[in-house]
Every structure is written in structure tokens, then in C-alpha cells.
T-cell receptor
């Protein structure tokens, strides 16, 4: 069966520090991968998606970047965090036309 | 106008009640539809897909009206464990492959004794 792993679960980082969140999927090949953010009291916002190794598309301009160095690995990064980057970050995978399966998320607080 | 709109609630209902949630979407090119459930501080989990013919899974019934761009979820015989936020989700294809799920902000349900 397919599983998706995301870490860390919680993170407190100072403004201006770098960020690296990792997501890996097991039990499937060539999945579509996604990074979403959920700000406090708000809906989920799609940040990046990837349909293959090295292929990254950004949905909204922001202080973040994403990379997919391997088929089942998706990384979200920032060189310098802003207070507004705080939120609940969720990685997800899917096959086209189907719903997503989410990882357990990383709750990021920038202080 | 938001792409997916839901009444945020909260809906406070007694155990055993029947409750209905509604959702509207603006993009007529949307291809598939889902209801997700999100517990407090947890990731969303797929509850059920939604089809034009309507579909039922135990106490849950989902319905899609493409002409009105309207989606519904009916929960019968509510349980305490049904307390959560219910997210209406609309899918459209992405250029180059993949699919984009757009989430409503959710409807909060609280089932009480």
C-alpha cells in the first residue's frame, strides 16, 4: 500500500532563517506531488506541484521554492523565512483524476 | 468570487440528528468533486467522491448538480465522532498533467450529547 511521510511535525524558526521540509512517498511510482499551506483559520492554498522528477510548477508567487530530486521525494525550501510563512504545510500525492492523500503535515511557526 | 464556497458554520447538532452541508463552485470546467474531513490540527482525509448520480457510504450521502454547480453532503444519525470540519473540494486538470484540488474553507460540525 502507498504511504506518505512528512517531517518534522512541528518547527519553530526565527525570521530570516532557512527552511527545508521533506516529503517522501512509498509504494507507488511517478506520483503527482503537491505542497499546500493552510494558514490559521483559512483554507488550503496550493503552493507547488510536480508531475515528474525536476518538474516544478508554482501556483502563487512567494518566498518559497520546491524541488523534486527523486521520483518519490518532494522538498519545500526557503532561504529566509518571513513571519507570514507561518502555517500548516501539507504534502500530498495523487494520480490524475483522483483525490489526494495527504501527509500528516508540518506546523511551522516563524518567530 | 471564491472558486469554492461553503458556509463556515459551526453547525451544532444533537447526536442522532441529520445534517446537510452545501457547497457551490464557480469553474464550470471542474472535472471531479470530493468531500474531505479535517479533524482539529490534523491533515484532511478523503471522505468520499461525489458523482452526478449521487453516492452513499453508510450514513453519508453526497450529491452533485453540475447545472447549478452545487455539491451537497448529508450525514444521517450523527455521532459524536462526526465532529470535524468538512471540506468541499473541486478538481480541475493542470497544464502539463496533474490535477489541482481547490478546497473550500470548510464547514465545522459539532455533534453534542
Amino acid at each position: 500500500s502507498q504511504t506518505i511521510h512528512q517531517w518534522p511535525a512541528t518547527l519553530v524558526q526565527p525570521v530570516g532563517s532557512p527552511l527545508s521540509l521533506e516529503c517522501t512517498v512509498e509504494g507507488t511510482s511517478n506520483p503527482n506531488l503537491y505542497w499546500y499551506r493552510q494558514a490559521a483559520g483559512r483554507g488550503l492554498q496550493l503552493l507547488f506541484y510536480s508531475v515528474g522528477i525536476g518538474q516544478i510548477s508554482s501556483e502563487v508567487p512567494q518566498n518559497l521554492s520546491a524541488s523534486r530530486p527523486q521520483d518519490r521525494q518532494f522538498i519545500l525550501s526557503s532561504k529566509k523565512l518571513l513571519l507570514s510563512d507561518s502555517g500548516f504545510y501539507l504534502c500530498a500525492w495523487s494520480y490524475t483524476g483522483n483525490g489526494y492523500t495527504f501527509g500528516s503535515g508540518t506546523r511551522l511557526t516563524v518567530v | 468570487r471564491k472558486e469554492v464556497e461553503q458556509d463556515p458554520g459551526p453547525f451544532n447538532v444533537p447526536e442522532g440528528a441529520t445534517v446537510a452541508f452545501n457547497c457551490t463552485y464557480s469553474n464550470s470546467a471542474s472535472q471531479s468533486f470530493f468531500w474531505y474531513r479535517q479533524d482539529c490540527r490534523k491533515e484532511p482525509k478523503l471522505l468520499m467522491s461525489v458523482y452526478s448520480s449521487g453516492n452513499e457510504d453508510g450514513r453519508f450521502t453526497a450529491q452533485l448538480n453540475r447545472a447549478s454547480q452545487y455539491i451537497s453532503l448529508l450525514i444521517r444519525d450523527s455521532k459524536l465522532s462526526d465532529s470535524a470540519t468538512y471540506l468541499c473540494v473541486v478538481n480541475r486538470g493542470l497544464t502539463g498533467g496533474g490535477n489541482k484540488l481547490t478546497f473550500g474553507t470548510g464547514t465545522q460540525l459539532k455533534v453534542e450529547l
